[in-house]
């Protein structure tokens, strides 16, 4: 999905930077000024540089446009998640009915691109919470993994900031995060591994100090 700015809430994206950043999970980055039509010009120019250094024709007309083609999906599809202005909306509304089981949201899909390579990580997300006070419309759930999945990533940070931005929205510890996913700096490159896929999971509260709860989460998490 591109990012879309009429289902975003700046201010809460705000409040979410300030919280990895004290929690020391905010993906290493610097504000350079840059607006988004700056981006896409300066990595035009840049990946123009890299075509031809590699020896390509750019009079080719299959090739000519291919530098703002990247430059624009860099900055509108594949990355858009390192603009905190982009933070989705999350609504939360109060808990009235008193529920406080398990709220499971299975098979999210997550697409990212690793930060050491820039090459796909594709995989699926598990997140659970108990509710407190609040309750999160389930939508949002999968709109926060893609939020942070559409920047370079390591797959233990990714897990780490969605485990976090929800705890802070819904104000609860009782959260858990699970991603399996694999790696195409490891499937394409490298050791060209086809077959094996990365694990991680971050648990917070019950679902860390209560083992049945623990047991449960993996369980519907795996099947």
Known sequence: MSYNKTKTDPVLGQQVHEH???????????????SRTDKIDKIEDNFNQIMETLGLDLNDDS???????????YVNEIFWGLDYDAFPKATVVDNKMKY?????????NVQSNC?????????????????NEKVLGLSKINRIVEYFAKRPQIQERLTEQVYHALSFILDTE???VMIDAQHYCVKSRGVED???STITSRLGGGFKSDPE???????????
């Open 20 to 34: 990895l950043v004290k929690v020391g999970v905010e993906t290493p980055v610097i504000d350079n000024g840059l």
């Open 115 to 131: 930060e050491h390579h820039f090459v796909i990580i594709d995989g699926l997300a598990t997140v659970a919470y108990v509710p």
């Open 63 to 73: 090739l000519m446009d291919t530098p703002k083609r990247v430059a624009k999906m």
């Open 100 to 108: 406080n089981e398990m709220v499971v949201e299975r098979n999210i």
């Open 213 to 223: 709860v623990r047991a449960e989460f993996i369980a519907l998490a795996r099947s």
């Open 174 to 176: 009782d959260v858990a």
């Open 194 to 196: 086809t077959g094996s």
